[in-house]
């Protein structure tokens, strides 16, 4: 069955330095997003991309977050500078475009832990 | 703004059991809702989603249904197992073309053997 994958499951870093964490969605999906989970609270939503571009953000995604898709395959979130606050488990997900098989399809995440 | 609540926050049954866990939207207007499964410290498993002029879907011992109406959903699971024991979300959907989910509260589920 398709997956999508994450790099690194773990990261610590100290605060202040850049992180980038990275995804492989599903290879025929056209949608692609970042959520996020701080431990103990729900999961959010970060960011939605497609064709190349942003399509919506929340007010979570500030000038410290940015996305790529550098190529055809990964997808990747950028945080220039982190904060303490910024420690969470990041998850990446993917959909299709067809109508009514818009199944989110997540990835296994990557914990980030800010010291 | 959308919220999703999700009751109980937490639930313990013996192994055999059936169980439904409900899941409450505020704004009615949905374009589907999806169920995950999420095991501590994992990824979120989808398990049902409902498009919003469907009133229910089944796999195998769950079955999720949807009142858009009353703005909530129920998610059936039964004859319980020690396997199903997980955190449950549910996640509402507003747009179309595209899947910014909001995510309810989640019910953690212990079934005990």
């Known amino acids: 069955e398709p997956e999508v994958t994450q790099t690194p499951s773990h990261q610590v870093t100290q605060m202040g330095q850049e992180v980038i964490l990275r995804c492989v969605p599903i290879s025929n999906h056209l949608y692609f997003y970042w959520y996020r989970q701080i431990l103990g609270q729900k999961v959010e939503f970060l960011v939605s991309?497609?064709?190349?571009?942003?399509?919506?953000k929340s007010e979570i995604f500030d000038d410290q977050f940015s996305v790529e898709r550098p190529d055809g395959s990964n997808f990747t979130l950028k945080i220039r500078s982190t904060k303490l606050e910024d420690s969470a488990m990041y998850f990446c997900?993917?959909?299709?475009?067809?109508?009514?098989?818009?199944?989110?399809?997540f990835g296994a995440g990557s914990r980030l832990t800010v010291l | 703004k959308q919220e999703v609540t999700q009751i109980p926050a937490a639930l313990s049954v013996p192994e055999g059991e059936n169980l439904v866990l409900n899941c409450s939207f505020t704004d009615s207007a949905i374009y589907n809702l999806q169920w995950f499964r999420q095991d501590p410290g994992k990824g979120l498993t989808s398990l049902l989603l409902i498009q919003s002029s469907q009133r229910e879907q089944t796999s195998g011992r769950l079955n999720a249904s949807l009142d858009k109406s009353s703005g909530r959903s129920t998610l059936y699971i039964a004859a319980s197992q020690p396997g199903d024991s997980a955190t449950y979300l549910c996640?509402?959907?507003?747009?179309?073309?595209?899947?910014?989910?909001?995510f309810g509260t989640g019910t953690k589920l212990q079934v005990i053997p």
């Open positions: 997900a993917s959909s299709g475009n067809r109508a009514g098989a818009n199944v989110l399809t």
């Open positions: 991309f497609y064709n190349n571009e942003i399509s919506e």
């Open positions: 996640a509402v959907s507003y747009s179309g073309g595209y899947q910014k989910v909001t």
